[in-house]
């Protein structure tokens, strides 16, 4: 089973930046890909940002151009820059690891989350 733990939120404010770390129990090469969900009060979680083991990223439209997802194999960690962050940007953030074997059904392991509070 893979282990996320994750940090970097905190209070920041508006135009701010933050970086996000997710640790992986694992090598992060083994994880097909890894991403970043957050879900604000009352919203649904949506997707962030993905990175996939080959280095191909994708952003949801709202944060492209200001936030992007790198990783470091050598650490097993998977990170998120977070700039010029808006008070609509406030959620708890989640990493996320999907991993699909060739002859077994896809399995998703959370963090725990981390809180990002965007205010003035």
């Known amino acids: 089973q893979v282990q996320l733990v994750e940090s970097g939120g905190g209070l920041v404010q508006p135009g701010g930046s933050l970086r996000l770390s997710c640790a992986a129990s694992v090598s992060i090469s083994s994880i097909n890909a890894m991403g970043w969900y957050r879900q604000a009060p009352g919203k649904e979680r949506e997707l962030v940002a993905t990175i996939t083991s080959g280095g191909s990223t994708n952003y949801v439209d709202s944060v492209k151009g200001r936030f992007t997802i790198s990783r470091d194999n050598a650490k097993n960690t998977v990170y998120l820059q977070m700039n010029s962050l808006k008070p609509e940007d406030t959620a708890v953030y989640y990493c996320?690891?999907?991993?699909?074997?060739?002859?077994?059904?896809?399995?998703?392991?959370w963090g725990q989350g981390t809180q990002v509070t965007v205010s003035s």
């Open positions: 996320n690891a999907k991993i699909t074997p060739y002859y077994s059904a896809s399995r998703n392991y």
